[in-house]
């Protein structure tokens, strides 16, 4: 399940972040809780099941509701992340690949998550609410060599930045899938002849 999940995320994610900045579509997250089929006032209809896209059409009770309009909307459930990254420093794994992401004062920072990531296979990876409005400044590349899809809370709400000195990533292996976030000041230094991705 998880790895057909993380196959279909990875070709969708172009069209949700364009679906987002156009429609605004909700990112939830797995395990969905949908009303029942006879909840009063909100018929409902699923026409997938989880996770997946559902559209689910809203329909007002007239009989207690005023001024209401009956109406639809998209809400794309997603599954919830491997890891979710809680602090805006820059320090690495304390202890790389025993399934834990912690630097050594126990915080989840985004390069701990990469590198446990890098040891495992079809890693989700995504961001605390506290980080929203804040920048995580790197001070090196992350390297990035397995499968992982990286969900940020949105362009708006939180910054990768490399300070201009240096570049953000450098992909060495796997396919990578980066959504929701704003990448800033990335710097590369000279080439490698196109070998690896880098940005």
């Known amino acids: 399940m998880k790895s057909r999940f993380f196959d279909q995320m990875m070709n969708i994610l172009p069209t949700l972040t364009a679906l987002r900045a156009w429609a605004g579509v909700a990112l939830v997250t797995l395990p969905l809780v949908l009303p029942a089929q006879n909840t009063p006032g909100i018929p409902l209809e699923a026409k997938a099941p989880p996770p997946g896209c559902f559209t689910l059409t809203f329909q007002t009770d007239n009989s207690s509701c005023t001024g ?76 990035l060599s397995a499968n992982m899809i990286i969900r940020g809370p949105g362009s708006a709400n939180l910054t990768i930045s490399g300070n201009n000195a240096t570049r953000l990533f450098y992909v060495t292996n796997g396919r990578i899938g980066i959504d929701g976030l704003r990448l800033t000041a990335g710097r590369a230094k000279g080439g490698d002849g196109g070998t690896a991705g880098g940005g």
Do not use: W
């Open 68 to 143: 209401a309009n009956d109406g639809s909307a998209t809400v794309i459930a997603v599954e919830t992340p491997d890891f979710v990254v809680n602090s805006n420093a820059d320090n690495g794994d304390a202890n790389p690949g025993d399934g834990v992401c912690a630097d050594g004062n126990g915080n989840c920072t985004f390069r701990a998550a990469t590198q446990e990531a890098n040891l495992r296979d079809r890693t989700i990876i995504g961001f605390a609410g506290n980080l929203n409005g804040q920048t995580i400044t790197l001070g090196s590349p992350l390297q």
